[in-house]
């Protein structure tokens, strides 16, 4: 009989613990992976701090992002990457030093600007942070797809895209017949044989129907959802039915454990708002961030022409993305980094959450999740990195490679415990969407079924491997990327000191592309991997953001940051602006 690792022993324990009194098990980071190149050396930890030394809540340095010298074809590979990402968010986490202007986190004070909610015309601003400023925070609904519509998965674990169909002068849905010709439908019947029938404004049904889509050359991963009784119907470019997850729907919803709904707020740095500025009036000419001196001296040289210098101008362009949760809904909210925010008031029912117009309430909230991006030299793609407290969600079940036997160690999905995401013991299925965010009028609509109210979470790869690559992967098996984020998280965490907020938050992983090329990712998520360049931790997600986009099981399914944030023009050898979804909808700073 195998005994069970250390580790794992330690995890059954709680977990009967668990079933005799409420406890609060946060994820545990394994501490017996393989020896990996990506540990971090305690001294090379203590110089990212200002001071030079590892001390509490102690300022540490921007990360050089334009000396950046790693690559994946070179040893050792993904490590750097993961170095980055570690300092970025330790730095943007870091009190403020004096030099930036102002208080509180690095990415509360002046070197970072958020970034509105877009407006009635799909633009956003960049708000400076000021003193005394209150953050203007919205409510975090699913993430879009590569042409911006809303997400939804098929049974078969591929992401599709949803446009709405068009609408006719009288309001009415138009859909294609079988001459191509549009049709205003006046009514959708249900049939017992599963396909429904369309009816046009005379009552005669539609013959060989399929949607007509306002996106140009649409793929089989757009789809047109109609309503037939009451339930969803998804139509492809062929007017085949797709099959989707059962409660899986798009502009998904979540409500904590608290009743807390998810909130999320968005900035960037000095290096982006200019470089965005500069795009807009024409006295900068690129397509993509930059990822060299050349291009950051341009940037530099046309802040200085407006009276700006920055204070790390080597940190290059970043944008975070954070997601907030009530403070007062949080047992133990001194464990969470927070800040007062301004969030939409609703009116209550049980199906049903309307915004009260011009009305919001000022709050604290606490961060539960972190997305730090940023482009570095030689890679306009950007490094795409996330982090999440510890209290979140329980994670699936996972396998690394262990340092003892240099075999593998399984790690079984345990919900029990107080989490944030999931109710104690909650069986499966988990993932469940129960309401769904409306972009039109605002409201939150509970899904066919349900009633507005927590669900059951947890995060599918929690290290952003999936267990299954495919013979066509360039990426490291499973078990060695996992064991890779692992043994960083332990190199980190272990150093840090204990009541340090910093303490709290673990790596998930990053992902890039070789070389700095536009992401190419595979044609269908499935069991055959990756064919395409996107590395590192390429089954990424936060499980706080990107909660329906997890995908339904351990094996690479559902989205990484590359599924929707691609290049605009993937003919070009370099990554362009478009990876990042604000930038062409950003109005200058001036």
Not at 526 to 531: A, H, N, Q, R, Y
Not at 546 to 572: D, L, P, V, Y
């Amino acid at each position: 009989m195998k005994l069970p690792s250390p580790y794992t022993a330690c995890v059954l324990a709680l977990a009967l613990a668990c079933t005799i009194v409420a406890c609060n098990p946060p994820v545990e980071v394994p501490t017996d992976p393989q020896t990996s190149i990506c540990s971090l050396s305690a001294s090379d930890l203590a110089a990212m701090f200002q001071s030079g030394t590892i001390t509490k809540d102690g300022i540490v340095n921007a990360p050089n992002s334009l000396g950046f010298t790693g690559d994946f074809d070179d040893p050792p590979q993904n490590c750097p990457f993961y170095q980055w990402a570690e300092q970025a968010f330790l730095w943007v986490t870091s009190p403020a030093p004096s030099l930036y202007g102002g208080k509180n986190r690095v990415f509360e004070s002046p070197v970072f600007f958020d970034v509105a909610p877009p407006d009635i015309n799909g633009n956003r601003n960049l708000i400076p942070h000021t003193a005394g400023r209150i953050h203007t925070m919205a409510v975090r609904a699913a993430q879009a797809g590569p042409h911006h519509l809303p997400i939804v998965f098929s049974k078969a674990g591929i992401m599709l895209e949803i446009e709405e169909p068009p609408t006719a002068p009288d309001g009415k849905q138009l859909i294609l017949d079988r001459s191509g010709q549009p049709v205003e439908i006046q009514e959708i019947k249900p049939t017992s044989f599963g396909r429904p029938v369309f009816l046009d404004k005379n009552g005669r049904p539609i013959t060989g129907v399929h949607p007509l889509f306002r996106t140009p050359r649409p793929t089989t991963t757009i789809v047109e959802r109609f309503i037939v009784d009451k339930s969803p119907v998804f139509l492809n470019v062929f007017g085949d039915i797709v099959q989707v997850e059962t409660g899986q729907a798009d502009g998904g919803v979540v409500l904590t454990q608290g009743n807390s709904l998810i909130y999320y707020l968005v900035m960037v740095n000095d290096v982006y708002a200019y470089f965005r500025t500069g795009i807009s009036d024409g006295h900068i000419s690129t397509s993509s961030f930059p990822s060299n001196g050349a291009g950051m001296q341009s940037i530099k040289a046309y802040a200085a022409a407006n009276n700006k210098s920055f204070p790390d101008s080597n940190a290059m362009a970043m944008e975070i993305k954070s997601s907030w949760v009530l403070a007062s809904s949080l047992p133990d909210p001194a464990d969470y980094f927070t800040i007062t925010a301004a969030v939409p008031h609703y009116n209550k029912t049980a199906t049903q959450w309307t915004p009260v117009p011009n009305v919001m309430d000022t709050v604290q909230l606490a961060m539960i999740g972190m997305h730090v991006v940023g482009n570095v030299q030689g890679h306009p793609e950007m490094i795409w990195s996330t982090f999440i407290h510890t209290g979140v969600a329980p994670d699936s079940t996972y396998s690394y490679a262990n340092l003892a036997s240099s075999g593998a160690t399984t790690v079984t999905a345990n919900t029990n415990g107080t989490w944030l995401l999931c109710a104690s013991g909650a069986p499966p299925p988990y993932n469940q969407m129960r309401m769904t965010y409306d972009g039109t009028t605002g409201n939150i609509v509970a899904t066919s079924g349900n009633t507005i109210g927590p669900g059951n979470i947890i995060t599918m790869k929690p290290w952003g491997a999936g267990a299954d690559f495919g013979p066509n992967s360039i990426d490291l098996s499973p078990l060695t990327s996992n064991s890779e984020i692992i043994s960083i998280n332990n190199s980190v965490l272990n150093a840090l000191i204990a009541g340090d907020l910093r303490k709290n938050y673990i790596f998930r992983g990053a992902t890039w592309t070789i070389g700095g090329n536009p992401p190419t990712p595979p044609p269908a998520f499935g069991p055959e991997g990756l064919s395409g360049n996107e590395v590192g931790t390429s089954s990424l997600t936060n499980v706080t953001m990107e909660t329906f986009q997890q995908g339904n099981t351990s094996i690479f399914t559902g989205t990484n940051c590359f599924s929707c944030h691609q290049s605009s023009n993937t003919q070009q050898l370099r990554a362009d602006t478009g990876v990042s979804h604000i930038f062409s909808t950003l109005k200058p700073l001036f």
